[in-house]
């Protein structure tokens, strides 16, 4: 098989009308795509504990993903917890872990969690690191003692970013929600 696309991209620099034969359907039922800049008007840190934040920036509630950037602000943990759905990560910043895992995340590394994996995020760099992170279905928390504590979906990460909105007068952004 060729790795040379046949079918040469348009060389024009313009929009091009496509024929789209449900496009009545598209528009009828179909949800936009969105943007979000790097201002904090379009989405705030949100704390996540005392030494972490949550840049929220796309809840899908159809699907029960949600897509942030998680901010260890130092070195810390993020308390053991373990997936009930798959997420894909990426690491911006600094450098991240698993206390389960023998390697370290650092700017550019790409990893993916599965569902059942239990693990526990740390950093012991300096400035901490902060995590892209495409996630779907919930995540559930536990305490040093292995007991179970809070459940997160799109729906516990909807409140979260909309409680702090409220509670900080800033305007919810529509543009997060598909």
Known sequence: MSSIMNAPPSTAFKIVDVPENLAHVIDAHGVKGSFIGPSEAESPWVPF????????????????????????KGPG????????????????????????????AGPGDFFLEVPGERHTLVSEHPQGGK??????????????????????DVWWFINHYESYCRENNIPINPQLYL
């Open 49 to 72: 504990g005392p030494n972490a934040a949550i840049r929220h920036l796309a809840f899908d509630v159809r699907q029960n993903i949600y897509c942030n950037v998680l901010w260890l």
């Open 131 to 152: 995590l892209w992170g495409w996630m779907q279905g919930p995540i559930e928390f536990y305490d040093e003692e292995g007991q179970f504590v809070e459940t997160a």
């Open 77 to 104: 943990v993020v308390g053991t917890h373990k997936h009930r759905g798959r997420l894909v990560m990426m690491c911006l910043e600094g450098s991240l872990r698993y206390l389960e895992h023998d390697w370290v």
